[in-house]
């Protein structure tokens, strides 16, 4: 009986072979080709008053009795340090545009409602310091986006004057009695969030002259952001492709063709979730191939949108002064069975950590006009690094994706030619494998490269010129399904794990297992 057992499982074995035999991909890099910065400001962060955002999820309290530093949760802040978090996105937003900063400063703190986000007690215990002090633990940089909206210049000067000034002020005294003598450091400043909607519902003009006032009067006044690391400022640009967006580009962009002395920008946010329709109605978890492919193939829609408002940006900037920053953008699902719908509560899954490295890429490919963008949200909301529960914390496989592009940070891009062939399910074909190459801080080429299929193997063929490879090795993530998720009760069904090249014939294979993200590095 075994032996007839045995017999049998080769014959199916044999059957399925060819079935599953892994896809050969060709993959050509010459590696003394150099294209654009992949600027590390592509890894950024957005955490928003939203949900469990920043209180749970960042903020504690000093008094908690999960482990903290001036209240600020020391897991999340270690395993946040491990991504080399570039900068942080703060306080919105929707959020921003109804945020008055003097309600979190000092010992006495505005208790408010959150009327964006499920219309619960904002207390404002976590502010202007206490996100700071966040961004020093963390290693980051800020990116404030003052309230355009409901606020006022003056409001949003004062509060730019409080952080960065260091010549004896008003403000600067009062920065100063409430702990932090020294400037703080603004990289960035969002001017509004969404202008377009619920940072106003203004029309382009409209938007254009107040934008105009902010980016005036609104100064950072940090001596050390005088001539090197001057502030960037981010003006409100389109959320999709469609003509009132194109509409916006081309208004904010003409505009800052003419600008002159007393206005600036340095950058034109872009704001694109993968949603397929709203409301979001996808699952986060406990979802099949159709909704795999379906938002796999969605999300390669940022591609053509990129394209889209570079082309009207190129004109009126064909220097490219002014990047655009994709400073919100991920997958939103629906909110999780049971959770408040204001909340945006979603689990994160593989097919969370695939979506992640195609933009990455697309991103990557762009990097001579996108040089900054944003995951929506970093913890606890959408496509979150982090999830947290009280005491617990779960890192998601979006997370992992992060953790294995970090080599990508600041490096250089260098050209890939593959024939990434189709995956196609039901009525959707995509491209079955991706990649992209850069040449590191570290002087090493780093290769990341995604195999969509979500059945079939792909064996890649490295075929590296203009160094002498050796070998390849780094990390994959995969998992038994492509919807497995992290839990606080099983954390480790997607976690990397190490992977190796094999040289043969001058060049280095790759088996890369279906559903998979890889980085490796390759060795001289
Ligand atoms: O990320 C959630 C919300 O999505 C943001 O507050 C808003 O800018 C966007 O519509």
Aim: proline residues 6%.
């Amino acid at each position: 009986m075994r032996a007839i057992l045995v017999v049998v499982t080769l014959i199916v074995m044999a059957i399925a072979a060819p079935i599953m035999a892994a896809q050969k991909v060709e993959l050509s890099i010459d590696a003394s080709k150099r294209g654009a910065k992949i600027d590390r400001n592509l890894f950024g962060q957005f955490a928003e008053h939203l949900g469990h955002g920043i209180y749970d999820g960042i903020w504690v309290g000093s008094d908690s009795t999960i482990p903290n530093t001036r209240g600020i949760r020391n897991d999340v802040v270690a395993a946040l340090k491990v991504i080399h978090v570039p900068n942080v996105r703060w306080p919105g937003g929707c959020f921003a545009d109804e945020y008055h900063w003097r309600d979190g400063i000092g010992p006495q703190r505005v208790v408010r409602l959150n009327p964006n986000w499920g219309g619960v007690i904002e207390p404002n215990t976590f502010g202007t310091h206490e996100f700071m002090d966040f961004i020093d633990q963390i290693g980051s940089e800020a990116y404030v986006s003052v309230n355009l909206g409901s606020g006022s210049p003056h409001e949003a000067a004062d509060w730019l004057e409080y952080m960065t000034a260091a010549q004896v002020t008003t403000l600067e005294k009062e920065r100063a009695a409430n702990g932090h003598p020294a400037p703080y450091k603004v990289a960035w400043l969002g001017l509004g969030n969404e202008s377009w909607d619920c940072g106003g519902n203004m029309t382009p003009e409209y938007y254009l002259d107040r934008m105009k006032i902010f980016s005036r009067f609104v100064r950072n006044y940090n001596p050390a952001q005088m001539e090197k690391d001057q502030m960037l400022k981010i003006a409100v640009g389109p959320g999709g492709g469609e003509q009132r967006w194109t509409d916006w580009t081309e208004t904010v962009m003409k505009a800052y063709q003419q600008h002159t002395w007393s206005w600036d920008i340095n950058g034109l946010s872009m704001h694109n979730y993968t949603v397929v329709k709203w409301p979001p109605a996808f699952k986060s978890v406990g979802f099949g191939e159709d909704e795999y492919a379906q938002i796999l193939k969605t999300t390669l829609d940022i591609d053509d949108l990129i394209n889209k408002h570079s082309a009207i940006m190129d004109k009126y900037d064909p220097q490219k002064k002014v990047a655009l920053v994709v400073d919100e953008w991920g997958g939103w699902y629906a909110p999780l069975p049971g959770s408040n719908p204001g909340f945006l509560v979603q689990q994160n899954s593989l097919r969370d950590a695939i979506l992640a490295a195609l933009n990455i890429s697309i991103f990557a490919r762009h990097a001579d006009r996108v040089r900054g963008a944003n995951i929506a949200q970093m913890i606890n909301v959408l496509q979150a690094m982090i999830l947290t529960d009280h005491e617990k914390m779960v890192l998601t496989p979006t997370y992992y994706v992060y953790k294995m592009y970090v080599p990508f940070q600041d490096s250089t891009f260098v050209p890939v030619t593959f024939d990434a062939g189709s995956y196609k399910h039901g009525d959707f074909t995509l491209p079955r494998v991706d990649a992209m190459a850069a040449k590191g801080k570290d002087g090493k080429l780093w290769v990341g490269i995604t195999n969509v299929d979500p059945h079939q193997a792909a064996e890649v063929e490295l075929n590296v010129t203009g160094i002498n490879a050796k070998s390849a090795s780094g990390e994959t993530l995969t998992a038994p399904k492509v919807d497995s998720v992290n839990t606080f009760e099983a954390p480790n069904t997607v976690v990397p794990k190490p992977i190796l090249a094999r040289a043969q014939g001058g060049k280095l294979i790759l088996q890369l297992e279906p559903k998979s993200v890889t980085v490796v590095s390759v060795e001289q």
